[in-house]
């Protein structure tokens, strides 16, 4: 599984993240820091990645056009790079489960 950070996560915990989901990046990496939320989705969605957000817009987005992509929106509150990233390699094995079995598009991590 490869995870698209949206804007309000910080690029540099992508390093962090490739041991546990390879190939993972960031909009800004990839040259789509200034797109819109849907030419995201749209990329997301052409290259097999999940996104994963501080904020409510991908999972309006999915509830409108469904899936995939997928969406992980990190609910934790103000926390630091090392939280956001602890709290997606804790989650791993949940994350993957839920998404395997189809129970849900959007997963919460609070």
Known sequence: MRLLLDQNISRRIVPGLQADYPGS??????GLELAA???I??????ND???VTKDADFQEIGS?????P???WIRL???DNQGVLSALIENRARIE?????????????H
């Open 25 to 30: 990046s960031q909009v800004a990496l990839l």
């Open 37 to 39: 939320d849907s030419a």
């Open 41 to 46: 989705w749209r990329f997301a969605l052409e």
């Open 49 to 51: 990645f999940v996104i």
């Open 64 to 68: 409108i056009r469904g899936s995939p």
């Open 70 to 72: 997928r969406v992980i």
């Open 77 to 79: 509150g103000n926390v």
């Open 97 to 109: 489960s839920i998404f395997e079995q189809d129970v849900a598009d959007c997963i919460e991590i």
